[in-house]
């Protein structure tokens, strides 16, 4: 009885660890999504070019209006999207920001430098003025 009752309170103070960590993980990565999204959307309303780098999938269930939507890793695609001018203002999403990590720096190696993250498709709708 006793060690059943010890085996309880152990998996109790696991289970409020475990949620403890998730709630600090979700506040953590969701404010700074939220933020980044927030200061997304004085760009996009000033006409910045919209790219949503997720697979064509995950647009097609779901994008925002106006955006274009070309692979994280079509970096030929993005450039030619973006023209001639490498510091035409462009925002980037995906589902959290990593796609658009890896995109941006792929285009700053080729000289373009004022691509925004905006993180995630969720945190831009959940910010939309």
Same mark, same amino acid.
């Given at each position: 009885?006793?060690?059943?009752?010890?085996? $309880?309170?152990?998996?109790?103070?696991?289970?409020?660890?475990?949620?403890?960590?998730?709630?600090?993980?979700?506040?953590? @990565?969701?404010?700074?999504?939220?933020? @980044? @999204?927030?200061?997304?959307?004085?760009?996009?309303?000033?006409?910045?070019? $919209?790219?949503?780098?997720?697979?064509?999938?995950?647009? +097609?269930?779901?994008? $925002?209006?106006?955006?274009?939507?070309?692979?994280?890793?079509? !970096?030929? +695609?993005?450039?030619?999207?973006?023209?001639?001018? #490498?510091?035409? #203002?462009?925002?980037?999403?995906?589902?959290?920001?990593?796609?658009?990590?890896?995109?941006?720096?792929? $285009?700053?190696?080729?000289?373009? !430098?004022?691509?925004?993250?905006?993180?995630?498709?969720?945190?831009?709708?959940?910010?939309? #003025?």
């Amino acid at each position: 009885m006793r060690n059943k009752k010890r085996l $309880l309170q152990t998996i109790n103070v696991l289970l409020a660890l475990l949620v403890t960590a998730w709630l600090l993980n979700s506040a953590i @990565a969701g404010g700074g999504d939220r933020e @980044a @999204a927030r200061k997304a959307w004085p760009m996009i309303e000033n006409g910045a070019l $919209l790219v949503d780098v997720r697979s064509e999938e995950e647009f +097609a269930a779901g994008h $925002l209006d106006g955006a274009i939507n070309i692979s994280w890793d079509n !970096t030929d +695609a993005l450039i030619a999207a973006i023209g001639d001018d #490498p510091q035409r #203002p462009a925002v980037f999403y995906c589902r959290t920001g990593n796609r658009v990590g890896r995109s941006i720096k792929q $285009l700053a190696e080729k000289g373009y !430098t004022n691509i925004y993250n905006a993180t995630g498709l969720e945190a831009l709708k959940d910010t939309k #003025p």
